[in-house]
């Protein structure tokens, strides 16, 4: 019995990993390139989109075998919490978090299966849409080739992440290129 109230409280061995993913992805999510050379808004919306880019390319990876997809859901809860604690920070009342929360996070899912689709395409005009509708949805008139270097550098991730070893991602390791302008 006190083992079993142990583990009720014991915490979640995806966590840690998890908190370390998502601490690499935030860090590359916040370079300075991505605001400069790439024109992506710096805006609240800005940083969360390029969140969620960096969290696509390590979810897709985990999803694809039963192992990754628990530490998958994890990552998505810590955004989730962290967009919780952004949000009351930034003062928003308690009884309207839950409101943003839930709509940011149908965003988030919204945004995965729009890249989800756009991957699918070999072509990159699909994927270029999708980002224009999404980290560049804010700009009247998106720099052409702003656009493009984002959709390469989406790319070159994503096939770079798709190669990084299961055991690694779940000691919570990833480390992202460098944010290149071409």
Same mark, same amino acid.
């Given at each position: 019995?006190?083992?079993?109230?142990?583990?009720? =409280?014991?915490?979640?061995?995806?966590?840690?990993?998890?908190?370390?993913?998502?601490?690499?992805? $935030?860090?590359? /999510?916040?370079?300075?390139?991505?605001?400069?050379?790439?024109?992506?808004?710096?805006?609240? *919306? +800005?940083?969360?989109?390029?969140? $969620?880019?960096?969290?696509?390319?390590?979810?897709?990876?985990?999803?694809?075998?039963?192992?990754?997809?628990?530490?998958?859901?994890?990552?998505?809860?810590?955004?989730? !919490? !962290?967009?919780?604690?952004?949000?009351?920070?930034?003062?928003?009342? @308690?009884?309207?978090?839950?409101?943003?929360?839930?709509?940011?996070?149908?965003?988030?899912? +919204?945004? &995965?299966?729009?890249? @989800?689709?756009? =991957?699918?395409?070999?072509?990159?005009?699909?994927?270029?849409?999708?980002?224009?509708? *999404?980290?560049?949805?804010? &700009?009247?008139?998106?720099?052409?080739?702003?656009? /493009? /270097?984002?959709?390469?550098?989406?790319?070159?991730? $994503?096939?770079? $992440?798709?190669?990084?070893?299961?055991?690694?991602?779940? &000691? +919570?390791?990833? %480390? =992202?290129?460098?944010? %290149? =302008?071409?």
């Amino acid at each position: 019995m006190l083992q079993k109230l142990k583990s009720w =409280f014991a915490p979640d061995p995806l966590d840690a990993p998890a908190r370390a993913l998502y601490h690499r992805i $935030v860090e590359q /999510a916040r370079r300075p390139e991505f605001f400069d050379a790439f024109a992506v808004p710096d805006t609240a *919306n +800005g940083r969360f989109d390029m969140i $969620v880019l960096h969290c696509y390319c390590v979810m897709r990876r985990l999803k694809k075998s039963p192992e990754g997809y628990d530490l998958s859901q994890m990552l998505a809860t810590v955004l989730v !919490d !962290d967009l919780d604690r952004n949000l009351r920070e930034m003062g928003v009342g @308690d009884l309207s978090v839950g409101k943003k929360v839930k709509r940011i996070a149908e965003g988030f899912y +919204g945004r &995965l299966d729009a890249y @989800d689709a756009a =991957f699918e395409e070999t072509e990159d005009e699909a994927l270029s849409e999708a980002l224009r509708r *999404n980290i560049y949805s804010s &700009l009247d008139d998106p720099p052409t080739d702003g656009v /493009a /270097a984002m959709v390469s550098y989406f790319r070159r991730e $994503v096939a770079a $992440v798709d190669e990084v070893d299961l055991e690694r991602l779940a &000691l +919570g390791e990833v %480390t =992202f290129g460098a944010p %290149t =302008f071409s």
